[in-house]
Structures are given as C-alpha cells and as structure tokens.
C-alpha cells in the first residue's frame, strides 16, 4: 500500500535570477536535486541571502543613476528586513443497524479516495468537531437522542483534523509564545483569488489521540513544526503535512548608503557617479560580510516529535538535524523553507520529513502524486521568458510521486505562464497533469487564461498540451476537472462557462461555450452530464459588473458544444454571504437525498448596484431539493443567528465570504448544523424548529 509523501515547491525568483532564461532552461534550473548535508544548505542560503541582497543595492544604484526616483545624497539610511518579501475519504462506515444511520454524508474531497483535512469529521454513529478550543466528539445517532461524549482541550488553536482506524489527528496553530520558533503571521487562504498559499503564519502542532475511549480521548504523540500549516491529504493511514517556514531568522541591513541625500532626476556629473557607485560597493561588502557571518543555526527552521508510549516519552529533539531529505535547486528562491512531515496513524514510528529551500503554493493531490504550484510576477530583472511582456506571471510546478516507506520520490519540475486560482485549476488524469491559468488582473486589457497539459518525461515535466489566450479581458473564478473534460468560468461583467476537450492531451481545445450574468465560484458534479454551481449574480453597469446575490445554477453539460442553464436560483442581495462560497469544505451535496446543504447569511433590502442588503434575513444551513430535472427548489432552513445578532454582517465583500455556519452532516432523515460554537440537530420534515441543540463550550 502507498503509504506517504513528502513533498515541496519552488519557485525561482525572476528578479535577481542573475541569469537570461528561455523557458526550457528555466525549467531545468528549477529541478530539485538532493542536498548532502547542512554545510551545502547553509552555502545555498547564504548565497540566495546575498543575491537578493546585491540584486537590491543594484537596483537601487541604477534608480538613482537615471534618476528613476528621487534619492539622498548624503545623510540617509534605510535599514529594512530585506529577507521577509512578504509571499503575499471518508471514515469507514458502520454496520447499518438501530446504532447507526444507513446513509449519511462526509467530507467534500476533491478526490475520491484523498481524505483533505477539517474541523469536521464524521461516521455513521459519531460527529467528531472542532470547537471552542476543544476536540468534541458527538453521538450523532440517534439523532434525537444526540449528546456530547467528551471535549478533550487542544494546545493552541485547533484547525482541522483526520479520523480514522481510532485516531484522531489534530492539526493546531499556536501562538509564537508556543513554540521555539516562529511568530511570522498571516492569513489563511481556502479561495485564492486575492490571495496566496502561505499558511496562517502561526507554527503548527500535529496532535494524535487514541480514540478506544471515545469519553477519555488519550494523548499518544505531538509533532511541533516552527512553520505554518500548508496542506494536509490522509491516503489510506498515511497522514502527509505540508508545513512552510520562514528563515527563522532575518537579517537586517542597508540597502542605502549612509550619506546619500535628496535628489531628484538622474545622476549630473561623472564625479558624483563615481562616488555614488562606491558608496553602494563599499555597502554591498559591508552587507556580504555579515551574511557570511551567518550560521545554519541562524535561520534554520525546527521540528520535534513527541510520542507518549507506554515505556516513557520517545522524543526526537529536531527531525531536520543532519538536513537529511532536503532538497535545492540552483536558482534563487529565497531564504524560507518549505517541509512535509508524513506518518503512519496508526503506528509509532519515526516521521519522516523532506524540506525544500523554496516558496509554498497551491497542493493538489491524487492517489498517486502530490503537485505544488507556486505564483510569481516579472517585476524587473531576468525571467523564464524572453520577453517578459508575453508572460509577465508564471508559476513552477513540482511533481512527488508517493512512494513505501512513508516516503516520497521526487520525480520533475515543470513552469507554466500564469497563476492557478486553487487546487481545482488542477488536476491529473491517464498520467498527464493539467492547469488552467490566469496571467495579469481585471480590468487590464492584457488579461487571458492558459490551460496546459504537463506529461511526466526524461527532462522532467515538459508541456505537451496548450490552451491559450483563452477568455481575454476576464480572470479565472472556478474550474472543475472531470475526466477528459474540464469547465472553466472566468468572469469581468458576465459568465463565461467554457466547455474544454481534453480527450487528446496534447490538443486541447474549447468544445462550447455559455455566456450568462454572474459567476461561479465552486462547480460540483451531480452526474456525467450537470453541474451544479455556487456563485455571485452580477448586475451589469457598461464596462464592469456589481456582484449580487449568492446564485445556484445547474448546468446541462451533456452536448459539449451546446452547454445549457437548466435551472437558477439567487438567495438574497448583494453582501449576503456563505463560507461555501470560498470553502469547498463548506459544501454537501448529499446524493441519496438529492439535497444541497449550505451555511447561508442572508440580507435583503439593497439598493441594487454597488449598495449592501440593509437587513439580516437569515442566519443559519439552508437546505435545497436538487433534481437535473425539475431544478432548484428552497426546502428550508436551520436557523442560528438571530438578525439582532449580526450587526454588520451584510457588508461583506465577496472574496470574503464568511457565515456562522461551517459545516454540516446528513444521517438519513436528519441535518446536523455545525458552528464554531453550536451544533444543531433537526429533521429533513421540520428544518425551522432544531429538535437537539449542543454547545461547543
């Protein structure tokens, strides 16, 4: 059995790379090859340290030379923090007896079989919730007889969790205080549209417990990581945690020469720049000799692993000593780190870790590889392309193939122009993998979307399939992959819905194409032939589109060239808001009833245009009949906020979707509604009127 992975990114730094690259060579610098010990990492680090910061003082001297910007000439120094660049399957079921329900929902993976990590797991019989700063484990069944068994407080802020084989593993953020290293923070990302992969910025605590005590859950073993969580995938026993991590430490310096004074348009004389250029030299050997004063343990990151055994605490100090599984490749990508940590849940054996030296990005993973992208923009410098104008975004992708152990094999990289929105602008099929893309932002003109086809070759991930110049003038909002097709929206005052064939690889090309007001965020397949989509209705104004209420569409995909919308269905005004909007977690389509479950927070009374929703209507699940046939209908809804409750609630921008609902649970005839602080158990024939409701205390 495929056990593990290990996996990791990079993307070079196109500014600064020192080199004049085509995409081929580009490609080929970007490979990963392993690193034999800590004395090559620590060089690597301090030559990537000194690169950005000679790229820096070069690109200062020369504004200053052209007078690009005005400078001091004499009596000025900027110290700044030159490193930190700112990078903005389902439990097993029950016997179906009286003890536990016969169908019943779980989480909303991407793939089939790649459990994806959440603050809500379940079974036929149990509910196993992350709230109020505690592991709540629920007797769900039977539904009216619902009750809490145990909370079991988690060290830090629990975020997410696996559950499986009498596990459970919790996956926390803690404060910089927690932990020997960390404190640079963030935000998560779920959607990615004005945002990037970085983790929360907080270190991470993988805690394990053994469930045989569903009322006494025990503590068996605690992994810190100095880094962010990233990701998180469970194949089989395997759990696999993408953590990333800053240098620990950063290292200061001018990047002006103390002296320089004000001045405005370029350089007037030979005399001054000549003295203007030796003050930047005697800076840059002034900046070299501290960075190579620096040693590994000044920005090394750390991880160290606790299991709690019968025989005592076996604890290992530092995973990473020894920079055993590190990986590098030969062009500049900062000084952070990104590690992934894989264990078997069910035995107490050592975690095995791989860092790379590189930037996070997007994780997309199948049964068989881990992918991960990364985002970067031309800003000046050398570039994969020859003319930085044609490609002025790109991203590099790193393929790791899962491998026994619990380990991973490194198999190629790959560069594709452009960003990927998420993890649903990816996936792998008959062993080729596919992106869809969006190089540059609305509203500039330049703006396009790429599909490309990456197949697994000699030289690494090589494109064999190209898709592009794609809806110009509108970004990517959502895409889904589904076999050899896949459906793109991308959106600037309506919604294109593209229809792509992929059946041959190597050509792909767009089969149809359905324009309609609004766009979708989320795509979810009820069969092989419908979509059903949640997005944002759009009000059209001329040049650009105000987005308005949430909108549910289905979607007739059956005759590729003719895509249809088959029904539709808007839920309140605009500011009215779901975290299935942004989360796909969020999202539960439960097939045997043919129900859509969905946190809602609803505002009606706008004025239309660029105007909020004046009044709170709704807080709660809303549940919807879903029939490719007969469309959309409103089945009802479970409240949880009150309208007095939510002051503000309605002005909420649309890339920040939010509600106090998180989650829910279908077991047979039943709802479960999940909050952060509440969950509330109601019948299918009677959503208004909860008959069980259970703080999260």
Known sequence: MRRAVLVSVLVFVAAGCGRNTSPEAARKLAQLSAVEGCTDVEKSIRAQLIEEMETQ????????????????YFGYEDSVNAANQGYSAAPPSAAPDSTSAKEYSTTNNQVAGVDE?????????????????KLNIIRAWPAPQAHVVSRTPITGEPKKLFVEKGRAVVLSSLTSGDASRGGWYGRECTYGYDCNFTGDGKPLLVSVFDLSDLANPRLIRETRFSGSLLASRRIGDAVHVVVTAPQAVRPTYATWPEGLQWSC???????????????????????RAKLEALTIADFFPSVMDTRHEASGDVVEADLLAGCRNFYASKVTDGASFLSVGSFDLTR???????????????????????????????????????????????????????????????????????RVLNQFAMDEHDGFFRLATTTGHVPSPDVHSTVTVLQQGPKGLETVGLLDKLAPTEDIRSVRFEGKRAFIVTFKKTDPLFVIDLADPKAPVIAGELKIPGFSTYMHMLDDTHLLAMGLDAEDHGSFAYFQGVLLQIFDVSDPKNPAMTARYVIGTRGSSSEALTNHLAFNYFAPKKLLAVPMTVCEDSGGGGSYGQKLTFGGLMLFDIDVTSGIGYRGGVPHAAPAESQGACNTWWTNAHSQVKRSVFMDDYVFSVAEDLVQVAPLSRLATPIVSLPLE
């Not at 003082?57 to 001091?72: E, F, I, K, P, W």
């Not at 990590?117 to 196993?128: H, Q, R």
């Not at 004389?269 to 900046?287: D, P, T």
């Not at 050592?350 to 970067?376: C, F, I, K, Q």
């Open 57 to 72: 003082l070069d690109q200062n001297l020369q504004s200053v030379l052209t007078g690009a910007q005005c400078y001091r």
């Open 117 to 133: 990590a959440d603050m809500l797991k379940n079974d036929a019989e149990y509910l196993y919730v992350l709230g109020e700063g």
């Open 265 to 287: 348009g370029p350089v007037d004389s030979f005399e001054k720049a000549l003295q203007i250029q030796g003050a930047f030299a005697a800076l840059r050997a002034e900046n």
């Open 348 to 418: 107490s054996e050592r975690m095995n870790v791989t860092t790379v030296l590189g930037r996070p990005g997007a994780v997309y993973a199948s049964a068989d590889s881990l992918y991960v992208t990364a985002r970067h923009e031309y800003r000046g410098g050398d570039w994969y392309y020859d003319a930085p104008e044609q490609g002025a975004e790109a991203s590099t992708v790193h393929r790791f193939a899962f491998v026994d152990g619990p380990a991973t094999a490194y198999q190629g990289t790959g560069i594709v122009k452009g």
